[in-house]
């Protein structure tokens, strides 16, 4: 495996690409809370051990030993907050934290047992994909793109998990988690919000906080 500063990273580019965010210098400064110095230097060193592509200009780009580097980092990653939420009962953003400390202490066979043991989980506990055993869910769509009718909550997003925790709380706290059904009430393009109804409550949402939760129209 990878440093742990450099399986940061990784982890971080992983996030961002599966988000569809353009990964650059400054954005990864900015998700690791590190001055872009040092984000030049930590890319240098990845770029020299080939986990970097030398041909993407600006945007940084993994190279496929990267790519796989990084999946493995997030997939041990997902499965530990599973076992802290599902074994131990840590809630969504304890586990997290948890799971950050914890996924570069565990082998690759303490990993896999793990995974057997839990019975294969598909997910993370916020919905993500646990890379190399399951994909997104086809279809959906983020909760800020539905224009009208039911649909039905899949994932939360993990640029959200790392970079507004307090938001896992506020959607937790309203059942706005996987497995959710919700009705679009209304859409305020002056307000820029979004009015939904879920398990017998109405919520209302900035855009950019319904940007931040994938669903599935019915």
Do not use: F, Q
């Not at 030398?54 to 530990?80: F, P």
């Not at 802290?84 to 565990?106: F, K, N, P, S, Y």
Request: proline letters at 4%; glycine letters at 8%.
């Amino acid at each position: 495996m990878p440093s742990e500063v450099i399986s940061r990273y990784l982890e971080a580019i992983y996030y961002m690409r599966a988000e569809g965010e353009t990964v650059t210098n400054a954005r990864l400064a900015e998700w690791l809370s590190v001055s872009r110095p040092t984000v030049t230097a930590g890319l240098r060193r990845m770029a020299r051990d080939g986990l970097l592509r030398s041909d993407a200009g600006k945007e940084v780009l993994l190279t496929a030993e990267g790519e796989g580097k990084a999946a493995a980092i997030v997939r041990r990653h997902r499965i530990m907050e599973r076992w802290l939420t599902d074994a131990l009962g840590l809630d969504w953003v304890v586990a997290d934290e948890e799971a950050a400390r914890l996924e570069h202490a565990i082998s690759e066979v303490v990993e896999n047992r793990l995974y057997e043991v839990l019975g294969r989980p598909e997910s993370c506990p916020h919905g993500n994909p646990i890379p190399g055993h399951s994909e997104a869910v086809a279809g959906e769509v983020r909760l800020a793109g539905l224009t009208r009718g039911r649909a039905t909550v899949t994932r939360i997003s993990e640029v959200a998990e790392r970079e507004a925790p307090s938001l896992l709380h506020y959607l937790h706290e309203r059942n706005l988690v996987p497995g959710t059904r919700l009705t679009l009430v209304e859409v305020d393009r002056i307000g820029n919000t979004m009015r939904i109804s879920a398990v017998d409550r109405e919520v209302t949402l900035s855009r950019e906080t319904a940007g931040k939760v994938w669903v599935l129209p019915e």
